[in-house]
């Protein structure tokens, strides 16, 4: 893993992920995704303006996204 913006979810640069891809891509969960031909590991927010991910150093979703 290379970058810092999952520090909050206590995943750091350097760490190996284990995947379980049975498990469904739900709002608040971390996701693996891929992006541009690049993977990107992210915290999923689902909401009824769209689909955001979001870094983990934003806690709580407080970006200011909301569902109204």
């Known amino acids: 893993l290379r ?5 909050g979810a206590n995943i750091r640069e350097g760490d190996i992920l ?8 739900t709002t ?5 995704v891929m ?6 590991v992210k915290r999923l927010l689902w909401t ?3 689909t ?7 806690s709580s979703f407080s970006s200011g996204l909301t569902a109204n």
């Not at 955001?52 to 934003?58: C, E, N, R, S, V």
């Open 3 to 7: 970058g810092n913006s999952m520090e």
């Open 18 to 25: 284990i995947v379980d891809r049975s498990k469904p891509a």
């Open 28 to 32: 608040g969960r971390i996701v693996v």
């Open 35 to 40: 992006l541009n031909g690049e993977f990107t």
């Open 48 to 50: 009824e303006k769209g």
């Open 52 to 58: 955001y991910l979001m870094p983990a150093i934003i």
